[in-house]
Nanobody, 111 residues
Framework: QVQVAESGGDLVQAGGSLRLSCAASGTIFSLDTMGWYRQPPGKPRELIAA???????NYAASVKGRFTVSRGNAKNTVYLEMNGLKPEDTAVYYC?????WGQGTQVTVSS
């Protein structure tokens, strides 16, 4: 059984930066693709960034060039570095790994 937990959400002003963390724990035998999703108020959840077990990354057009996903030194830990935040980035941010969702962390960007 796998557990996934995110942290790092906060209230930040437009133009600011945040770093979100995601850790997967439990019975894990290998690395997996880990993805960051977000769900703005009243909108569906969307994939914004992912990193494969080999380190390949991909991004949604809305965040490319501003957000960076990376793996940590600890096994099955990933980060989402968010720069140049905009009010439209306000959402609950979720991490998914091994077909398991975290509980989400709130990011609010004020104008």
């Amino acid at each position: 059984q796998v557990q996934v937990a995110e942290s790092g959400g906060d209230l930040v002003q437009a133009g600011g930066s945040l770093r979100l963390s995601c850790a997967a724990s439990g019975t894990i035998f290998s690395l997996d693709t880990m993805g960051w999703y977000r769900q703005p108020p009243g909108k569906p959840r969307e994939l914004i960034a992912a990193i494969t077990s080999s380190g390949r990354t991909n991004y949604a057009a809305s965040v490319k060039g501003r957000f960076t996903v990376s793996r940590g030194n600890a096994k099955n830990t990933v980060y989402l570095e968010m720069n140049g935040l905009k009010p439209e980035d306000t959402a609950v941010y979720y991490c998914k790994a091994f077909d398991t969702w975290g509980q989400g962390t709130q990011v609010t960007v004020s104008s």
